[in-house]
């Protein structure tokens, strides 16, 4: 979880030749004053770079690379297609690229006339990224050192957005870790660790769950050894106004349970307790910045086994609500969770606004790909204000619909409702399941991250494996909406 090392110095001529890992310039259709220098190092190479038909073909972020530059120690130098005006998200993608090509011997980067140099650092941070649990450890890459006009400045301004992405680091951590390994106790564990950023951290065990009702979550876990945790924790850096209250799914490992699934592709059940860690980065990310903002965060930790104990097709469980649940599916777990979890949340924490974040449905990555997480929204305000904060944050997202029609699918023959609805509409019915459990004067959202959580090929600022989705789109909601 330990962010690539990024130094930021004052800007110095002399050691652009001297550095003997890779240097890093910038141009657009000219060079930069210091790429400039770096131009007249190696004789000429980087205009004419700047004058060939490949970079004509590069987007603003992307970058070409000169190898053992003449007249330089450097291995590398590598040219950064970025606009003098560059925004936010080039910057970004910047950064990115230094990271692609980041190696033991570190980078030096000439970004002494680069604006807001900041959002560059931070998609370094993000993209440099790897897990692996081999008796060799993958070899850290060396420090990054940012050269600029002002050091303290820069550092400064990039502090919150490093603390973030540390924080996207720990939430694809708990989501790369083997369920043997990630246990709902260790879970829990690396979360009362919170408590050093002064986080409040309650645990609660399968007795305490037993006697606040919650029997849907419970039923889960029942065929499990790993015993089902409740975890919250809170961060009260908004006084004494109600919080925004998230709540998180944290199946360890879904094997499906009776209704078991297939064993191709089994093991990206790892993942199933994704919302749970975006919801634990979330709070470590406010935390770690000290956001004046109140915000509590639940997570329901459970394992969904077949075992004798397991709950079967066709048993009827009671909400902590008081609805009784028809499961036809024991592989539709999730929403038991999170029915128990977010109606605890109400119940105790009266939130201005409710968010739950689960890899829910298969469905949603039918209809959404792994590009963008279903999106459903009581309230149009709290969701235009989220999809906002994931737009600037290049996190992507797109709205579906709720609508009453929708729960003639649930309707069942012997309880208030059923868990699923058959394949039409999946993702869909699967929230109009969720919201019977919100109350009506709460704006909530739910967020639906399977096809987002966990990828098979590298994203824009993330390796192939877990991205730590939602992390950066919620802390910015925060920020912009609920005044932290």
């Not at 210091?34 to 131009?39: E, F, P, S, T, V």
Request: glycine share 10%; proline share 5%.
């Amino acid at each position: 979880m330990t962010l690539v090392p990024i130094e930021f110095a004052p800007a110095d001529a002399d050691a652009l030749a001297t550095h003997e890992g890779r240097v890093v310039g910038f141009a657009d259709t000219e060079l930069d004053s210091w790429a400039k220098r770096l131009d007249r190092l190696t004789r000429g190479a980087l205009q004419r770079a700047i004058a060939s038909e490949g970079w004509e073909k590069l987007k603003p972020g992307e970058s070409m690379d000169l190898a053992f530059p003449a007249g330089m120690a450097a291995q590398a130098v590598q040219l950064i297609r970025l606009p003098r005006k560059a925004k936010p998200a080039d910057l970004r993608k910047a950064g990115v690229s230094i990271a692609k090509g980041l190696g033991e011997a570190g980078a030096l980067v000439a970004g002494a006339s680069v604006r807001k140099a900041e959002y560059l650092a931070e998609g370094l941070a993000l993209r440099a990224y790897t897990f692996a649990r081999r008796a060799e450890a993958p070899k850290a890459p060396g420090t990054v050192t940012l050269a600029s006009n002002d050091p303290e400045g820069a550092k400064a301004a990039a502090s919150a957005l490093l603390a973030r992405a540390e924080a996207v680091h720990f939430t694809r951590d708990l989501v790369n870790e083997p369920a043997n390994i990630l246990t709902t106790t260790e879970f829990a564990s690396r979360i009362e660790d919170m408590r050093a950023f002064g986080l409040e951290v309650e645990v609660l065990e399968e007795a305490d769950l037993e006697k606040l009702g919650m029997r849907a979550l419970l039923a889960v876990g029942q065929g499990s050894d790993s015993p089902t945790k409740v975890v919250v924790m809170h961060w009260k850096g908004g006084g004494d106004e109600k919080p925004l209250a998230l709540v998180g799914k944290g199946v360890m490992f879904d094997t499906g349970g009776i209704s078991i699934k297939p064993s191709a592709g089994m093991e990206d059940m790892v993942m199933d307790m994704g919302g749970s860690a975006v919801v634990a980065g979330v709070m470590r990310a406010l935390a770690a910045r000290k956001a004046p903002a109140n915000v509590v965060g639940l997570v329901g930790l459970v394992e969904n086994m077949p075992d004798g104990r397991a709950q079967r097709p066709g048993d009827v469980v009671t909400s902590m609500k008081g609805d009784t649940i028809e499961v036809i599916n024991t592989d539709a777990e999730g929403r038991l969770v999170l029915a128990d979890v977010m109606w605890y949340a109400q119940e105790r924490f009266e939130p201005v606004a409710m968010i739950d974040l689960a890899t829910l449905t298969g469905a949603v990555i039918v209809g959404l790909g792994h590009e963008k997480a279903g999106v459903f929204a009581s309230d149009d305000e709290l969701c235009a204000d989220f999809l906002k904060a994931a737009a600037e944050t290049d996190e992507g997202a797109w709205r579906l619909p709720l609508d009453p029609a929708y729960d003639e699918l649930i309707k069942s023959r012997v309880a208030d409702v059923k868990n699923v609805g058959g394949r039409t509409a999946g993702s869909i019915t699967a929230a109009q399941f969720l919201q019977r459990f919100v109350k009506p004067d709460v704006p909530w959202i739910h967020l639906d991250i399977a096809g987002v959580a966990l990828v098979a090929k590298d994203t824009a600022f993330a390796p192939k494996g877990a991205t730590g989705w939602g992390v950066r789109a919620l802390d910015t909601l925060v920020r912009n909406r609920f005044g932290g």
